[in-house]
């Protein structure tokens, strides 16, 4: 089980102080009290946390406040619509033993544990986080035991709920016996926690995180520039400046990162932060966050407009994860057009320049081909 003792807190909180209730957030000043019997509803149904570090960043004299948007309830959740699925990107159709996924030939993914420090209520995973804990010993034996039978698994990634949640002593054995498993040669860590509970990424984590054998990859969620805050900035750098590489996940989501600005000023952030910009996710199909989706034609045109706006290094690669279990595919725009052997591409203000067909190796049959040095 994770470590939940005294000495170790509640994921991200601070002085035991995440607020996890309709009660608590009216408390702090995050909902209006008359609006606690409604919040309470979404509360039952889908988990809540919201640590010190998130609260203070949150604006509460801007209604649209985008940090706000992202970790407070609404009633809105509560609206689930035909298409939105309990199991959005087909998690189930590709488990193979409790909490292991393996939808991709050379990877696997663990769900470590089923909790988070703060829970995202556009969560894709919302009806199954914030129940329990952590696998069980036998859980994990099973989960190990397969990775280990199987020689094509080259990258393990590690997520949940947030893997970082649990204890580094239980963190470490893990790392460690993934790491003694020879064709595992990449171990990825899928966190929040250096971005809302920074205070949690300490010596010990950081030791914990990685082993001999396996190279560590941390990818880091977050979704607007306001979270990269100099605390976070100062725990991602822990992790970075302790060798291992950083990549960022973020969701694109209606009211927080839905336009050029936002979404170039997030992923300047995570640059300077030392963050190498990944993937830009489609909003997935989950229940009761419509209010979140955004047409995938303003996305498209949204990443198109940040080729021209950023620097190489914040381009992240808009994806869909393909409802059903079908993996992600890139969605982002198209820079050629043309058609019956036209070719134009589009630079990044929109215009058009003719380029020519690859030319056709005429080279003689009678030349021979370069020999390889062995």
């Known amino acids: 089980m994770t470590d939940m003792s005294p000495s170790s807190r509640r994921p991200g909180s601070r002085n035991g102080r995440t607020l996890r209730t309709a009660g608590d957030l009216a408390d702090a000043g995050a909902i209006p009290r008359d609006r606690v019997d409604a919040i309470a509803d979404v509360v039952g149904r889908y988990a809540v946390a919201v640590t010190p570090a998130l609260l203070e960043l949150i604006d509460r004299s801007d209604p649209d406040d985008p940090i706000a948007r992202q970790f407070i309830p609404d009633r809105d959740e509560l609206a ?90 239980r963190l470490q054995a893990l790392t460690a016996a993934l790491a003694a498993i020879p064709h595992v040669k990449v171990i990825r860590f899928h966190t929040r926690v250096p971005v809302v509970a920074p205070e949690r990424i300490t010596p010990d984590m950081i030791d914990a995180l990685t082993a001999p054998g396996a190279t560590t990859w941390i990818a880091v969620h977050a979704n607007h520039a306001r979270e990269l805050t100099p605390a976070a900035g100062a725990a991602l750098g822990r992790l970075a400046d302790a060798g291992m590489p950083l990549v960022s996940q973020t969701v694109l989501l209606r009211g927080v990162n839905d336009d050029a600005g936002a979404m170039a000023d997030l992923m300047r952030a995570l640059v300077e932060a030392r963050v190498k910009p990944y993937y830009l996710h489609h909003p997935d199909l989950a229940p009761g966050t419509g209010h979140f989706r955004v047409p995938m034609a303003e996305g498209r045109a949204l990443t198109k407009a940040l080729r021209g706006r950023v620097s190489g290094l914040c381009q992240p690669t808009y994806v869909l994860d393909v409802p059903g279990g079908h993996g992600k595919v890139p969605v982002g725009p198209d820079y050629i057009h043309g058609k019956n052997g036209t070719c134009q591409v589009e630079d990044f203000q929109g215009r058009r320049h003719p380029y020519p067909e690859a030319a056709v190796d005429r080279r003689p049959e009678s030349q021979p081909r370069r020999q390889k040095r062995g």
């Not at 590709?94 to 663990?110: F, N, Q, S, T, W």
């Not at 420090?117 to 199954?128: D, L």
């Not at 698994?153 to 590690?158: D, R």
């Open 80 to 169: 689930v619509t035909p298409e939105e699925r309990a199991d959005p990107i087909g998690d189930n159709a590709h488990e193979v033993a409790p909490g292991l996924i393996h939808r991709y030939p050379d990877r696997v993914l663990l769900k470590f544990v089923s909790v988070c420090a703060v829970y995202c209520r556009f969560c894709f995973r919302r009806e199954t986080v914030g129940h329990g804990e952590a696998l069980s010993q036998s859980e994990l034996a099973a989960a190990l035991a397969y990775v280990g039978d199987h020689a094509g698994i080259w990258e393990v990634i590690v997520s949940g709920g947030d893997p970082l949640v649990a204890a580094p002593r």
